[in-house]
């Protein structure tokens, strides 16, 4: 079956712009996350959504980052005016349910550079 | 907080030896513990996890890690290693009885199985 999509694969804008980037999760999956990879950083947990409940923005690094999801299915992280250390691939993935022991599907990121 | 350790940022095996990434966690109770693999310029796979049971888990390519409490560590293993084995590993945790959400990767490291 599909797994998960995201568009568009690469970005480049120039700072101060603002850049949409998009995921379609697997269906039926209730459970989508945002991560952030940079160099030498590891994946970096960005925000979580479950079904129709509140989303955990606990690791947006700032008020210029924010995410839809629309209709418990895609999703969109949004930044506002980025910035250079905005650079980085942003993978989403999406999971059954939003338990502990639930594994991830990732989507194969959208490597964003800001010049 | 939970939190997950890889000390080696680069690995490197010969083709046919065994390979060992390392993998230590920190986390209250037991954990629930996850294998990643990251191919060029594809999304993270999952390989395999630890949730209860038997220590020593089985899991896709031939991989397998074992849990130990002790050691506080996970540590991913393969008995004779294959180039396509190249890539990028990431080691992940997360709290038990918490949610998905909470699961914190390691900052990766770079396997290359040289023929």
């Known amino acids: 079956g599909a797994g998960v999509s995201q568009s568009p694969s690469n970005k480049v804008t120039e700072k101060g712009k603002d850049v949409e980037l998009r995921c379609d999760p697997i269906?039926?999956?209730?459970?989508l996350y945002w991560y952030r990879q940079s160099l030498g950083q590891g994946l970096e947990f960005l925000i979580y959504f479950q079904g129709n409940s509140a989303p955990d923005k606990s690791g947006l690094p700032s008020d210029r980052f924010s995410a839809e999801r629309t209709g418990g299915s895609v999703s969109t992280l949004t930044i506002q005016r980025t910035q250079q250390e905005d650079s980085a691939v942003y993978l989403c993935a999406s999971s059954p349910w939003t338990s502990a022991t639930d594994t991830q599907y990732f989507g194969p990121g959208t490597r964003l550079t800001v010049l | 907080a939970q939190s997950v350790a890889q000390p080696e940022d680069q690995v490197n095996v010969a083709e046919g030896n065994p390979l060992t990434v390392k993998c230590t966690y920190s986390?209250?109770?037991?954990?629930?513990l996850f294998w990643y693999v990251q191919y060029p310029n594809r999304g993270l796979q999952f390989l395999l996890k630890?949730?209860?049971?038997?220590?020593l888990v089985k899991g896709s390519y031939g991989f397998e890690a074992e849990f130990n409490k002790s050691q506080t560590s996970f540590h991913l293993k393969k008995p004779s290693a294959l180039v396509s084995d190249s890539a990028l590993y990431f080691c992940?945790?997360?709290?038990?009885?918490?949610?998905?959400?909470?699961?914190?990767f390691g900052a990766g490291t770079r396997l290359t199985v040289k023929p």
């Open positions: 630890y949730i209860t049971g038997d220590n």
């Open positions: 992940a945790v997360s709290p038990p009885r918490g949610n998905n959400n909470d699961m914190r």
């Open positions: 986390v209250s109770g037991n954990p629930y």
């Open positions: 269906s039926g999956h209730t459970a």
